[in-house]
Structure formats: C-alpha cells, structure tokens
T-cell receptor, first 117, second 109 residues
Framework: DAGVTQSPTHLIKTRGQQVTLRCSPI?????VSWYQQVLGQGPQFIFQ???????GRGNFPDRFSARQFPNYSSELNVNALLLGDSALYLC????????????????FGAGSRLTVL | GQNIDQPTEMTATEGAIVQINCTYQ??????LFWYQQHAGEAPTFLSY????GLEEKGRFSSFLSRSKGYSYLLLKELQMKDSASYLC??????????FGKGNQVVVIP
C-alpha cells in the first residue's frame, strides 16, 4: 500500500511568487492535514480537511489556502511568498471522524521542502 | 491554546535507557502522541495515550498523567538508529495535533 505521497519534493522560488504543493493520502483516509516545519521546530498546523470541507485553520495569513478534491487528494497554495515561508511542508492523512485519538493518528508524507530566495 | 514543552537535547549510550519528558497545557485534549523524526525525513508515529498510565510497544513505552499535564517516552536498549528527534504532540479539536519543538536524542557507542 502506498503511503502519503507529496510533490514536488524540493522547490526553489523567489519572493512574491506563488507555489502549489500536492498531496495524495493513504487509500481510505478521508482527512488531510497540512503542517509547516521550520528548521529546529516542531510541525505547525496550517489546515485540516475532512470529506472535502475545511475543518480547521491554524494561525497562518490568508496568503495560505488549500482545498481537498473528491478523491481526497489535496493542494496547498501559498501566494506572495516571503523569505520566512521557507520550510518543510508536511501533508498528513488520517481516518478522520469524530476526533477520537485513533482518528488523530497522522501518517505523514515525506514533505515538500520549499526554499524562498 | 496549546503549549507543549520538551527538553531540547540529550545524549545516551548504546544499550542504555532514556526517558524523554513532555509537559503540556491545552484545551480540548483528546490524546498525547509521540513521533520520531530522523534528520531530513518525515515524522513517524510511535505511540499515543488517551488514558492515564503506561502503554508499552516493544522497546518504546509512553506514560501519561492528564491531571499533571505530563507525559514521557521511554526508550529501552538504545540502538544507534534511535538517534533522532522525538516529538511530543497533543491532540485537540477535530484531528489536529499541536507539536512541541522536539527532543534531539544522540546515541553514542
């Protein structure tokens, strides 16, 4: 069984540009979450989608947006890139549901490492 | 909000036992999770606790005290491959995790 897949794995952008990151969850997982991990820090929650609806948003500016498609894959978009957006962007999938601990067991993809110059 | 605190780094000898502590303050708690992250890789799930007490999974055990806002991860029979960052995370709301900064464990021969 394939795990969580993300693309691209690495990318370099310049300030002001826009980026789209893609994620395919584990088959059968209906919840997809996005996290940002800056070097030396733990992952920070950005978005969570369940059954194509946004279920939560972290403390990130409106330049960050996301969506989930009918096949449960997801995209994260970041507009007007800043140097501080340089980070590892992690997608995670889970069964989702009623917020039980088991449903919260996230399986992470390998991440997309974004460098903004 | 959520506040998770972990020590930043520790060094231990191969074959030893190491305990990684985590304290937290949160609203809407629905589980305490531990993840392992090797440098340059994604976090991988180790264990979780919902109720107070000890959960054992092979060489790894995790303990939770909800009243004290405290958890620890115990790694036994340390191996060189256990050198990694260990992330404590609190589950809250609907399928969200709030992570600590991670505890870097360095295993030496």
């Amino acid at each position: 069984d394939a795990g969580v897949t993300q693309s691209p794995t690495h990318l370099i952008k310049t300030r002001g540009q826009q980026v789209t990151l893609r994620c395919s969850p584990i088959s059968g997982h209906k919840s997809v979450s996005w996290y940002q991990q800056v070097l030396g820090q733990g992952p920070q929650f950005i978005f969570q989608y369940y059954e194509k609806e946004e279920r939560g948003r972290g403390n990130f500016p409106d330049r960050f947006s996301a969506r989930q498609f009918p096949n449960y894959s997801s995209e994260l978009n970041v507009n007007a890139l800043l140097l501080g957006d340089s980070a590892l962007y992690l997608c995670a999938s889970s069964l989702g549901g009623q917020g039980t601990a088991g449903a919260n067991v996230l399986t992470f993809g390998a991440g997309s490492r974004l460098t903004v110059l | 909000g959520q506040n998770i605190d972990q020590p930043t780094e520790m060094t231990a000898t191969e074959g030893a036992i190491v305990q990684i502590n985590c304290t937290y303050q949160t609203s809407g708690f629905n589980g305490l999770f531990w993840y392992q992250q090797h440098a340059g890789e994604a976090p991988t799930f180790l264990s979780y606790n919902v109720l107070d007490g000890l959960e054992e999974k092979g060489r790894f055990s995790s303990f939770l005290s909800r009243s004290k806002g405290y958890s620890y991860l115990l790694l036994k029979e340390l191996q060189m491959k256990d050198s990694a960052s260990y992330l404590c995370a609190v589950g809250y709301g609907n399928n969200r995790l709030a992570f600590g900064k991670g505890n870097q464990v360095v295993v030496i021969p």
